[in-house]
């Protein structure tokens, strides 16, 4: 907790909290103190202070993470989809929480795959545009490979039968009125 604060008025670190309540969606506390020398109230906020997290480049060169430069990315892959900027914003959020749980040091690598995890399920045609600038494609055959690799892992899979096994009893499982046995 916040010692004494010093009073905008006059200057003294003697005060008193009056108040405290939780602000910005619980992110901060609002505390309402009064200077014990001249009486002024004024409001103050505690943060939890975020410890940056780098991004190390594949030159090897560490820059401080910038959401950003996300927001930026989707933004450009998502030109013309029906993305709004709230779920753009939603998104680079939702990136940035997963890279914090990789550590301080993060890989640009781990950056790109993890936009791409979360833009497949936003929007397909904007994970393929970032997949093309991402991954560097070079002709349509990489378009196509992404897009059925994109198919595939959505789409359920069909046409299978189940396996017949037998039951204890010596009844098949799986084919319908046939019986085993002597």
Known sequence: MVGAVRCPQCSSMDDKVVDSRSAEEGLAIRRRRECLSCGQRYTTYER???IPFVIVKRSGQREPFDRSKV???VMAAAKNRPVTPAQMDELAADVEEALRLI???VSSQQVGLTVL???RA???VAYLRFASVY???SGALDFEREA???TKSTEPKRGRQPARTSAPDGDYVGGEGQRGGP
Request: no cysteine.
């Open 148 to 150: 059925g690799l994109l």
């Open 71 to 73: 927001t930026t990315g």
């Open 135 to 137: 991954k560097g494609f």
């Open 48 to 50: 939890l202070e975020e």
């Open 122 to 124: 936003l929007d397909e």
């Open 103 to 105: 550590g301080h040091d």
């Open 117 to 119: 995890d979360h833009l």
